[in-house]
């Protein structure tokens, strides 16, 4: 059964730094493709970042570019979500997201075949 586990999140003022990371299961890690993906309460989970299988290509929605980075570690089974100058509208429940395959489309959820439980990122004014 493969097993997302997310971390790092937390507290933090606007303006501050936070980075999440994600610890998967699977054994071939490394051919998987990762995101991160994000729910605020009463609205709809919504695309944050994503990076493919070499990590050579980085997908970010527009509310996060300049702002957050996404990266791998293959060797340790991790994913990691790097968000920097947090604004108060970050606040959500963060999740990582795992895809064998994206046909086309890195924003929607039906690409992912494995989610972790989440994270809370709550960012005060």
């Known amino acids: 059964q493969v097993q997302l586990v997310e971390s790092g999140g937390g507290l933090v003022q606007a303006g501050g730094s936070l980075r999440l990371s994600c610890a998967a299961s699977?054994?071939?890690?490394?051919?998987?493709?990762m995101a991160w993906f994000r729910q605020a309460p009463g609205k709809e989970r919504q695309f944050v970042a994503g990076?493919?299988?070499?990590?050579?290509?980085?997908y970010f929605a527009d509310s996060v570019k300049g702002r957050f980075t996404i990266s791998r570690d293959n060797a340790k089974n991790t994913v990691y979500l790097q968000m920097n100058s947090l604004k108060p509208e970050d606040t959500a429940v963060y999740y990582c997201?795992?895809?064998?395959?994206?046909?086309?489309?890195?924003?929607?959820?039906?690409?992912?075949?494995?989610w972790g439980q989440g994270t809370q990122v709550t960012v005060s004014s």
């Open positions: 699977m054994r071939t890690f490394s051919s998987w493709h």
């Open positions: 997201a795992a895809a064998r395959q994206i046909r086309g489309v890195w924003d929607s959820s039906i690409s992912y075949n494995y």
């Open positions: 990076i493919n299988w070499s990590a050579s290509s980085t």
